[in-house]
C-alpha cells in the first residue's frame, strides 16, 4: 500500500506515529510512505515561532523529534499543485505525478493577504512559518520602529516579542479590540492596558489602506494619517491551504469537511490538522487552528489510513496567548450575545477576569485572563456538552456575578 501525505508539520508527524503503532499489530505488507512539503526544514513546533524570533529557542529545539522508525521518502521544498482523485494521483508543481492508494492531507494553513495596495512590497512580512522568522531575524539589528497590521493573537504575541527586543511597536486593528477572536470587549480593553503599560502602542478601528514606500516598505496610510515604520508585519489570520483540492472531488467549505475518522467524502483521502473543517461539539463543522487539535486528528487520520478503527472526538477551539508573565486563554466558539447567560469574576488584587458564556445550561464559550487551573475543567464541559445547570453559579467562585443578555 502507498501512502502519501500533504504536508510535514504536526498533523503528519502525528499521523506517522499511529501508522507505525498500528502497522506493528497489522499482517506484514509492503507499505510505502511519500511526504511532500513546500517547506524545506524538517518538521518543527509552530507554536514556538516567537520564542524562536527572540532567541529564546534555537532551531534545535523547535524540531518535532520522529520516533516512529518510519523512513517515508520526504519530498520537501516540493508543492502539489492539484490532487487527481479519480485516478489516485497528485501532481507537483514541477509537473511531476505521484501515485497513492490513500491520502493524508495535512497541508496546514497560510496567512491571509488583505487587499492593502502595496502588501507585496519589500519588507512586508507574515509570521508563519519558521523561513518567516528566519527573515525577520535577519531584519532585528536594523529595525527599531515595528508596525503591526492586525491584533489577533499572533499579531499581539509578535508584538510582545518585539517589543521584549527593545522595538517600539504599533498594532494596528480594524476592529475595535484586541484579540476579536479570544476576548468579549471588556477582557480585551483590560489586556489592551496591561501591554500598553509596556509600550505597546494601538490604533484600534482603523484600517490601513496603503504600505508606504517605493520598492520596500517605509510605513503605512492609516485615514489621511502617514505613519513610518521600518518593518510592516500582517497578521490577519489564517486560511487553509486547499487551493489544489480545487480541481478534485474532495468537498471543501472553508476548510477540507471530514468525519468523526477524518475521512473526507472521497473514500482513500483523509484530512488533519489545519487544514481540516472538523465536527465541533455544537454539531456542526468548525477550523479549529491548535496544536492539540492537530495530533488528535493526525493520530486519528494516521490509523484509519491502515485499517484500524480510530475516532476523533469532536474538540472546542482552544487559545493561548503567550508572551506575558499572566496566562490568556479562551476556550469555545466565539459568541454572538443573544440570548446567552453570562457568569463573570474579577479581582483587581488578585489579577483574576473570567468569563462565561452559557446556553440552555449548556457551557458554549469560557475567556479568562490570570486564571490556569480552570481551563482543562471548562475545555471538558464544553467538549462533552455537559448540563452545568446544578452547580453553574459556582463555576466563577466568590466574585461570581450573572447576568442574561438578551
Not at 141 to 157: H, K, L, M, Q, Y
Not at 281 to 292: D, Q
Amino acid at each position: 500500500m502507498k501512502i502519501v501525505i500533504v504536508g510535514n508539520g504536526p498533523a503528519a508527524v502525528k499521523a506517522l506515529e499511529a501508522i507505525a503503532v498500528c502497522r506493528a499489530s497489522l499482517p506484514a505488507d509492503d507499505l510505502e510512505i511519500t511526504v511532500i512539503s513546500p517547506e524545506r526544514t524538517a518538521a518543527y513546533f509552530p507554536m514556538f515561532l516567537a520564542e524562536y524570533l527572540t532567541g529564546e529557542l534555537g532551531e534545535a529545539e523547535m524540531r518535532l523529534e520522529e520516533s516512529h522508525g518510519l523512513l517515508p521518502e520526504r519530498l520537501l521544498g516540493e508543492k502539489v499543485v492539484e490532487v487527481k482523485d479519480t485516478v489516485n494521483r497528485v501532481i507537483l508543481a514541477s509537473g511531476q505525478g505521484i501515485s497513492y492508494d490513500k491520502l493524508l492531507i495535512a497541508s496546514g494553513a497560510s496567512p491571509l493577504k488583505p487587499p492593502i495596495r502595496g502588501i507585496d512590497k519589500e519588507g512586508v512580512y507574515f509570521f508563519n512559518r519558521l523561513e518567516d522568522a528566519r527573515k525577520l531575524i535577519e531584519q532585528i539589528p536594523s529595525v527599531r520602529d515595528v508596525i503591526i497590521v492586525g491584533a489577533g493573537a499572533i499579531g499581539i504575541e509578535t508584538a510582545i516579542a518585539f517589543q521584549r527586543m527593545g522595538k517600539n511597536v504599533l498594532v494596528v486593528e480594524m476592529l475595535c479590540q484586541c484579540l476579536p477572536q479570544m476576548l468579549d470587549e471588556d477582557l480585551a480593553g483590560y489586556l489592551e492596558g496591561k501591554l500598553s503599560s509596556l509600550g505597546i502602542r494601538f490604533m484600534l478601528g482603523e484600517c490601513v489602506s496603503e504600505i508606504m514606500g517605493d520598492n520596500r516598505a517605509r510605513g503605512i496610510v492609516v485615514g489621511d494619517k502617514e505613519i513610518s515604520g521600518d518593518l510592516v508585519l500582517v497578521a490577519c489570520g489564517f486560511s487553509p491551504n486547499i487551493d489544489f483540492l480545487r480541481s478534485s472531488g474532495v468537498r471543501v467549505n472553508q476548510g477540507v469537511l471530514v468525519d468523526e475518522k477524518m475521512r473526507t467524502n472521497v473514500p482513500n483521502i483523509y484530512a488533519a490538522g489545519d487544514v481540516a473543517e472538523s465536527l465541533d461539539p455544537y454539531g456542526g463543522h468548525e477550523l479549529v487552528f491548535n496544536w492539540y487539535n492537530a495530533i488528535d486528528q493526525g493520530w486519528t487520520a494516521g490509523c484509519n489510513l491502515v485499517g484500524v478503527d480510530s475516532t476523533c472526538q469532536a474538540s472546542p477551539t482552544l487559545a493561548v496567548l503567550k508572551g506575558l508573565e499572566i496566562p490568556v486563554v479562551s476556550v469555545g466558539r466565539k459568541y454572538s450575545q443573544d440570548g446567552y447567560e453570562i457568569l463573570s469574576n474579577a479581582s483587581q488584587a488578585a489579577g483574576i477576569y473570567e468569563k462565561i458564556f452559557i446556553k440552555n445550561n449548556r457551557i458554549d464559550c469560557y475567556q479568562a485572563i490570570g486564571v490556569s487551573d480552570k481551563v482543562g475543567l471548562m475545555y471538558g464541559y464544553i467538549r462533552e456538552r455537559k448540563d452545568i445547570g446544578g452547580i453553574k453559579n459556582r463555576l466563577c467562585g466568590d466574585y461570581a456575578t450573572a447576568n442574561l443578555v438578551t
